[in-house]
């Protein structure tokens, strides 16, 4: 006999978890599977994020600011440290202990919201029946009203650099180097290249990334592009454009690299080799061909605005479906999902995620950029400043960058809004507060911004919108 749930969430990531604690909040009866074990084959909890992705890379991130800090940084404060030293196997550690920290924490409120565990591979069939096999090959058989599909993504691996988990790694791997590389490889400059290239690169590894794209962050605002890229140039990441990897041969405990850039055919040997070149969702064996769910070329699974599959009662949320890739993302999916199932009509607003590129100094955007503006015909107002004019910036020693604001031209609403800079990740939030209330540009103006404080950059941006911020000489005048 099978058990029947009001809702059945299969994958404990930011996406499934969430969902499964909203819907239980919301007076369901919730079970959520999971097949990821430790290794005393425990289940382990949080997805990606919490283990593999944004939680462990943000720590090594910020150990080795700190480092950075502390090498480069103090002297000009006054501070004198003797030369700093760096032991990975104590940063690791603490990693690792944020990691368990933060996954035994959904573990337990997992527990305290009463969503019932389920260990093993969920496999959805036709009318919401979803078999479960265990780790030891057993299965079950559950029955729910409602399933979510939260099953996440994985690494993209190309022919030209398998991964070895040994020279050549992927996300993961990066992650759990045992040593600084002396000479390290990245493939892709995307975000997560990014990311893993500056942390490596700040405890002293000489970092070549090799970007396929001409253009650099394509898809962030251009302005702030080229600001970050110039800022990534000073701090010695050597990022090459135009310049696809072909080829890899692995010998004498190092790895060479082949790639192309324009007519040329170059080579690079490197200690080790992180391939970054974007995720797949995980949608193979997570559905049968009779469960109604239909997926488009890429492996997404095709779902409506409301995160609503083609077969009826299942959803589907988090990285296994179009939008971008991100965890904050995918929980928010995860609430609007529980909520619709009990009949409260949240609509998650796709304007208005903000995304990060948590480097130093960090890169941040919300909504339209001035080459999307364009390209769609809308007239628009722009205003930018740089964070050098900035009295906080400036006392912090953080002056790198600015704040941009997008602003429709005839009706003043806000449209994008992005940041390089420091705590852009931060400062962009308001920014997505204040479009998710429709603020106009010059609410922004008329709103007062603490002083000394990095926030005064969106103000005076905003005041720049109609050219005139007060701490630099505006190019319009009004
Ligand atoms: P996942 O987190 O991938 O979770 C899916 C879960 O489902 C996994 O636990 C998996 O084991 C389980 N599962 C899969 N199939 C089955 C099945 N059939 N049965 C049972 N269980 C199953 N995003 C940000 O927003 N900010 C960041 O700073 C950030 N940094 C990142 C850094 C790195 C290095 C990486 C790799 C990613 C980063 N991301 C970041 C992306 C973020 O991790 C993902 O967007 C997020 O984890 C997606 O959540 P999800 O719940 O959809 O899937
Ligand atoms: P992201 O999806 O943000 O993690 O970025 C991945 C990046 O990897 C993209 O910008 C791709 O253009 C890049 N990429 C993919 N394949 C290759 C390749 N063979 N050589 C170099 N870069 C690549």
Same mark, same amino acid.
């Given at each position: ?112 919201n009463g969503v019932e565990v389920i260990q093993g ?5 036709a009318n919401r029946k979803v078999e479960v096999t ?33 020279l050549i790694v992927d996300s993961t791997g990066a ?67 135009? =310049?696809? #990897?072909?080829? +890899? /041969? ?6 060479? $690299?082949? &790639?192309?850039? @324009? ?100 890169? =941040?955007? #919300?909504?339209? +950029? /001035? ?6 015909? $809308?007239? &628009?107002?722009? @205003? ?95």
């Amino acid at each position: 006999m099978s058990n029947i749930y009001d809702v059945v969430v299969i994958g404990s990531g930011p996406a499934g978890y969430v969902c499964a604690i909203r819907a239980a909040q919301l007076g369901q009866k919730v079970a959520i599977i999971e097949l990821w074990a430790d290794d005393k084959q425990k289940p382990v909890f949080g997805g990606t994020c919490l283990n593999v992705g944004c939680i462990p890379s943000k720590a090594l991130l910020d150990s080795s600011h700190k480092f950075v800090e502390a090498k480069d940084h103090f002297a000009v404060h006054g501070i004198n440290v003797e030369v700093p030293g760096i032991d990975v196997a104590a940063m690791m550690a603490r990693k690792t202990q944020i990691v368990g920290q933060l996954t035994q924490g959904v573990a337990g409120l997992l527990k305290h919201n009463g969503v019932e565990v389920i260990q093993g591979r969920g496999m959805l069939h036709a009318n919401r029946k979803v078999e479960v096999t265990a780790l030891d090959g057993s299965t079950q058989q559950l029955e729910a009203h409602n399933v979510v599909l939260a099953a996440g993504s994985e690494p993209i691996n190309i022919p030209p650099a398998p991964v070895d988990n040994d020279l050549i790694v992927d996300s993961t791997g990066a992650l759990e180097f045992s040593e600084v590389p002396a000479r390290l490889g990245v493939i892709g400059a995307g975000v997560i290249g990014l990311e893993l290239g500056s942390v490596w690169g700040r405890l002293g590894s000489e970092v070549v990334l090799l970007e396929a794209l001409d253009s650099f962050l394509p898809a962030m605002d251009q302005q702030i592009a080229k600001e970050s890229q110039k800022i990534f140039k000073k701090q010695k990441l050597d990022i090459r454009l135009g =310049a696809r #990897v072909t080829g +890899t /041969e692995v010998k004498d405990g190092k790895v060479e $690299v082949t &790639y192309a850039q @324009g007519d040329e055919t170059l080579t690079e040997v490197f200690d080790k080799l992180i391939v970054s070149v974007g995720r797949r969702p995980r949608t193979n064996d997570l559905f049968a061909s009779d469960s109604g769910v239909t997926t488009d070329e890429r492996g997404f699974v095709y779902v409506n605005d409301y995160c609503a599959t083609e077969a009826p009662g299942v959803w589907a949320i988090g990285d296994i479906v179009r939008g971008p890739m991100l965890a904050h993302k995918g929980s928010e999916e995860g609430v609007m999902v529980a909520e619709r199932i009990v009949g409260k009509p949240n609509q998650l607003n796709y304007d208005c995620v903000p995304s990060i590129i948590y480097t130093d100094p960090e890169v =941040a955007a #919300v909504g339209k +950029t /001035e080459q999307e503006l364009k390209s769609e015909g $809308v007239e &628009y107002k722009s @205003g930018t400043f740089p964070f050098a004019a900035i009295g906080r910036a400036l006392a912090s020693g953080n002056t790198d960058g600015m704040v941009k604001i997008l602003a429709d031209k005839k009706t003043d609403r806000i449209l994008g809004a992005h940041c390089v800079g420091p705590s852009a990740a931060d400062l962009v939030q308001q920014m997505v507060i204040a479009m998710e209330f429709g603020s106009s540009a010059e609410d922004i103006q008329l709103m007062v911004f603490g002083h000394p404080t990095l926030s005064e950059a969106v103000h005076e941006a905003a005041l720049a919108v109609d050219g005139h911020a007060i701490h630099m000489a505006n190019r319009k005048k009004r």
